[in-house]
Structures are given as C-alpha cells and as structure tokens.
C-alpha cells in the first residue's frame, strides 16, 4: 500500500476523536485510566472450559483468551490436510481437537484430532448440505461433558459423545425439529444458564427445545408499512448468568428470555441502521457480528450503516434509564467497511476488523486483498471513548482472538505474497510478528474460519484445505 494511502486511512479512522460522535464523546487518556472495567467472562455451568467450548471461546463470545500464544516470525507449521473449511475449533479436557468440517460439495462432517501431530482420530461423517447455506456449517459447541452439540442441515441437533479405545464418535442424542416450518436452516446453538438449549434459524426463528422434546419457538418479525416483515439472522448469540440471550437479525439487536412455562418472551428489541445493501463480505444486509456481552452491563454489535459502519454498545439489562444505546463510534473508510466476525472485548475494549470486499467463495479470492483495517476503541459509562490505535492490516475474513497472557492480538493477514498468522501488540497495534502460512492458494484462505489458541499453547487456524498448527520450535 502506498504511502498516501496509509495517511488517508489514518485521517480518517482520528476523524470521531476530532470532531466527535453523536452518542458519544472523545476522553482523554486521563479519564480512560481512570475508568478501566475489571472482569472476565463467567463460566457457563452447561459449557466446557471458556476458550475451549465455541467459535467465540465462551458464552459472552468475547474472543478473548487469559493464556498467551506462540511469538516469531518463523514459527514451526503442521498441517492437517483436507478439502473442507473449518469454522470452529474446540478443545476437550485432553486438549484435542473437536472441529466441524464443512465441503465445496456441502458435505459436513465432525472431526477428531491430535492437537500436536494433527493426525485425525476418527470423523463422523452428518448429513450433506443441499444448497450453500451456512446451516449445520460452523457453529457448535462443546458442553461440559466434552459432547459436541451440533446443529444439522436436515432440522436436527444432534449430541455427539466421544467413547471408547481407539476414541470414536458416538450418537449420544437426536432432537428432532423436523415440526419447524420450511424452509428452516438451523445456524446455531447454545444452552442458556439454566440449562435450556436455544437454537437459531436463519429464516429468524428463536426457539428452545425442553427437557421432553417440545419445542418452543418465536418468528423475530416486524410491522412495516402495515405490512409484516421476517427478519432474518446471519449469526450465533450470546447468553448470560441471568437467563437473557442476545441475537441479532438483520434489523435488530434483542434480549429474549425463557418463562417458567419455557415460552419465549422478547424483553427488549433495538433497531439499527441496516443500510441499504448487503455489502461485500457479508451474509446479508445487516450486522455481521455475533452479540458480545462485556461486564455485566453492557452488550456490542455493529451495523451496517453507510458511508461507514459503526461500532455501536447498548445497556444490556431489562431496564435502563435514558438511552438504551451508550456509544456510536464510525470505523474505517467511508464507502468501504463491513465485517463479518464478532468483536473482541476485554476490560472496557472493543476490537473491529474490516472485511469489506470480500468474497462469498474462497476460491474467487486468489489475487483479491480485501480493504484494511483493525481497530481498538476504549468505551466508558458515561459514553465517552478513546479509538486507541488502527491498523492497516488487511484482514479478509478471520473471527481475530485476544491473548491477554501476552498482550497480543491474533489474526491472519494477507500480503502480496501470500497469507501469514500476524500478531499485532494489544496495546498499541504494531506488528509483534508474522509467520507465513503459504501463499496466494485457496487452500490457505481460512474462509471466515476462527483461530483457537490450544491448551498446548499452539495457534490453530482452520481453512479451506484444513487445519493449520502454528507453535514454538
């Protein structure tokens, strides 16, 4: 990237502290230290340990890791070598690796791995995709029996077990859903902390399954013109120690909670700006993030606002006096912002990454760059807010993870040469260190998969051809 065009990228990612925002004010770093939020995700009674059970390490999906990850430039590589994309990684209690494996040819299927040799213990093949929705794809999680929970492409979740010498996978449980109406393509599913297990369709369902099979469920809809308009939903959601769980559809961000009846009720629902097209790189017209809860106050998401998106923090309980949204914040340049993953949270922080032009098909990206950009904002009670560094890293489509072991944020960059695990200082954005994973191939395209850092302290970054080791000689 020339010159210019860093400054130009620059100049415009300072513009809210300059001018400010409306709903938000620029603090100075005074006030930032002063304000600092002190907490760490809970730990969710029905998931296996936080960094280890789900895409976004734990319930509050913060992306955020306690353990540091590996340094250097020229760290050693192991590949696990498959042509299937591999959205979520999770550890059990003896570190290997649980993952879904998904096909160009919409085959799924669920895998078990050797953390340090990558060598497949066993796989077990679900049902085909018909079409390239991303249901039964990517999400799942890993309960705190190390049973893998997961969503299929036929209305069924199903409970995989893992048993045995040599270790297999065994069908623990099947519910069936197929009562839901068509179309109906299940994206994701989580246990809420009294242990009700929620689902969530893209054609903007949200439903719970009760201990005797019945399933509860709720159309996430709006009145438009006097007309009724289905929302729809791209992404996974968040729970919380209270009962509330957070989704976000392409014109909404809500808390939903189960009755003592088990019957779903909305407590409360907050439009955003949805924008006015789907941009490139992104599922549809709305945010492209999963809900991040931060403290016990407060819950994040972007939009899809035009000419630039926003990073925007809402008050998470029931009740709150004024304003239910805290904070609006601007990121990148304008005509060219989007992103597709969730945003890290730790302390009072906000990670961002742009993923703006990239493409619905990993192989259409050999010789593409998506537009630059990663960003730290710091939030405060009062709506205050310090952009604390940018970077003009380009980022195409990786769910990025925090270690605050090492202070280090993680992700996968592309350069002109090729594709590289960076590591970027959490403090003040510059580049810690790069290893190159390969070159300008599709199989090294992680295809909006997530980095897990493992109980061994390796990086792991799922792709189109795989799995790769990233670890300390």
């Known amino acids: 990237m020339k010159t210019h065009t860093k400054l130009f990228f620059k100049i415009l990612l300072l513009i809210p502290i300059l001018?400010?925002?409306a709903g938000c004010n620029s603090s100075s770093e005074n006030d930032s230290e002063e304000k600092l939020l002190n907490w760490e995700p809970r730990q969710?009674?029905?998931?296996?340990?936080?960094?280890?059970?789900n895409v976004h390490n734990d319930s509050y999906m913060t992306d955020s890791y306690t353990?540091?990850?590996?340094?250097?430039?020229?760290?050693?590589?192991t590949f696990f070598t498959t042509p299937r994309v591999f959205i979520t990684i999770a550890f059990d209690r003896q570190g290997r690796i649980i993952s879904l494996g998904t096909g160009g040819d919409s085959k799924r299927a669920a895998y078990l791995l050797d953390p340090d040799s990558m060598k497949m213990i066993d796989a077990y093949e679900l049902p085909a995709g018909t079409d390239l929705s991303a249901s039964g794809a990517g999400y799942f999680y890993l309960d705190n029996n190390d049973q893998m929970?997961?969503?299929t492409t036929n209305k069924h979740i199903y409970k995989l077990g893992i048993e045995g010498n040599p270790s297999k996978f065994v069908l623990k449980t099947d519910y069936d859903l197929t009562?839901?109406?068509d179309p109906c393509h299940i994206i994701s599913v989580l246990p809420d902390w009294k242990g009700n297990m929620w689902f969530l369709t893209e054609e903007g369902i949200a439903g719970i399954i009760t201990e005797d099979g019945t399933i509860n469920f709720i159309s996430l809809t709006h009145t438009q013109d006097g007309?009724?308009?289905?929302?729809?939903?791209g992404n996974s959601f968040a729970v919380d120690e209270t009962g509330a769980v957070f989704v976000v559809s392409d014109y909404a961000l809500y808390s939903l909670i189960a009755d003592s009846?088990?019957?779903?009720?909305?407590?409360w629902r907050e439009e955003y700006d949805r924008g006015t097209q789907q941009k490139q790189g992104q599922f549809t017209q709305g945010s492209g993030t999963t809900p991040t809860l931060i403290s016990d106050e407060y819950v994040t998401i972007t939009d899809n606002a035009e000419p630039r998106m926003n990073v925007l923090v809402y008050k998470r309980q029931q009740n709150v006096k004024g304003d239910r949204l805290l904070c609006k914040i601007p990121v990148f340049t304008e005509n060219a912002s989007a992103t597709e993953n969730s945003l890290i949270a730790f302390h009072n922080s906000i990670i961002v990454e742009n993923n703006y032009g990239y493409t619905k098909k990993a192989v259409d990206f050999v010789g593409k760059f998506t537009e630059p950009g990663m960003t730290r904002i710091d939030f405060h009670a009062n709506g205050d807010f310090d952009v604390k560094w940018e970077s003009d890293v380009i980022v195409p489509s990786l769910v990025s993870k925090v270690a605050m072991g090492n202070n280090t944020v993680y992700t996968y960059t592309k350069e002109t040469?090729?594709?590289?695990?960076?590591?970027?200082?959490l403090n003040t954005g510059s580049k810690k260190f790069q290893t190159k994973a390969g070159g300008d191939d599709v199989r090294y395209n992680n295809h909006y998969s997530g980095l897990a850092i493992g109980p061994n302290g390796s990086v792991y970054i799922g792709c189109a051809g795989g799995i790769i080791r990233f670890y300390e000689k």
């Open 19 to 21: 001018i400010g925002i």
């Open 44 to 53: 969710h009674p029905y998931l296996a340990a936080n960094g280890r059970n």
């Open 67 to 77: 353990l540091s990850g590996p340094e250097g430039n020229n760290l050693k590589l």
């Open 149 to 151: 929970i997961v969503p």
């Open 179 to 181: 009562a839901l109406p």
């Open 227 to 233: 007309t009724i308009v289905q929302e729809k939903i």
């Open 261 to 267: 009846s088990k019957k779903i009720k909305i407590l």
């Open 417 to 425: 040469d090729g594709w590289y695990l960076t590591g970027l200082d």
